[in-house]
């Protein structure tokens, strides 16, 4: 079974707490919350106060995904405003063992994530220090990009590295993902889809949400 995360940046915001019910009558998995910094990323998008926020209107799993440049600053914030995953960058820390072990003693799981163009290798070493994998299969900043095919090697290497050492790392994918490509990605090694505006602009949603969950490798 394949677990899927709505990300809410392609939300509604006008109807924030109804599309979170949505989410949770729909028995999506988790929430994938996009925090931009305008720095690391060409945008903006929310912080703590609103994580805070989401956090009262749902137990839902809070997959925080930071997109920050100095994100080990605000692990505090987000943890208290009720993250309960915390995924930074590989290209802000390549050595990433230190932050990852500062969100471990807040008991918050850890996420690390690398973007199109940043080689797998540069992350291999690393998984052992975390509960995720994040790759990126669009460059972050926007919701509604084109998925971008060339990352499919970069999950198969990284499948096979997670289950040659028996790791227990878990594979999430964020990007341009709807129904013409999530098996591909699945097929390649995911757990995990994001899934932004193909969902929240879905006609259907229960019927993609069934879909997307009944996938299997
Ligand atoms: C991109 C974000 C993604 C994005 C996914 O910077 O990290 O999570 O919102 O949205 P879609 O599925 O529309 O590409
Ligand atoms: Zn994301």
Redesign the pocket.
């Known amino acids: 079974m394949t677990k899927i995360a709505p ?1 809410l ?2 939300a509604d915001f006008s109807k924030l707490a109804e599309e979170i019910k949505d989410c949770d009558s729909l028995n999506v998995d988790w929430l ?1 919350l ?1 925090i ?1 910094d305008g720095h690391f ?1 060409p945008n903006i998008s929310f912080g703590p106060a609103v994580v805070k926020t989401i956090d009262k209107l749902t137990d839902k799993f809070l997959d925080v ?1 930071l ?1 920050l440049s100095e994100p080990e600053k605000y692990f505090e914030l987000f943890a208290r405003a009720g993250a309960d995953l915390i995924t930074f960058h590989i290209e802000v820390h390549p050595d990433p063992v230190a932050p990852a072990k500062v969100l471990k003693e807040m008991g918050i799981k850890t996420g690390l994530s690398l973007n199109p163009p940043t080689d797998i290798e540069k992350v291999l070493p690393y998984l052992e220090h975390f509960d995720l994998l994040l790759v ?1 299969s ?1 460059n ?6 084109s998925f971008i095919e060339s990352v499919i090697p970069k999950i198969e290497k990284a499948r096979k590295y997670i289950d040659k050492h028996n790791l227990s790392t878990r594979i999430e994918i ?4 709807d129904e013409n490509n999530a098996q591909r990605v699945i097929d390649a090694g995911v757990d995990i889809l ?5 969902f929240f602009g879905a006609t259907d949603r229960q019927a993609l949400t069934q879909q997307m969950q009944s996938l299997k490798r």
């Open positions: 990300s940046l392609a994938h996009d931009m990323v995904h997109m990126m669009v972050p900043g926007f919701g509604g990009q964020d990007g341009g993902i994001v899934i932004g505006s193909s």
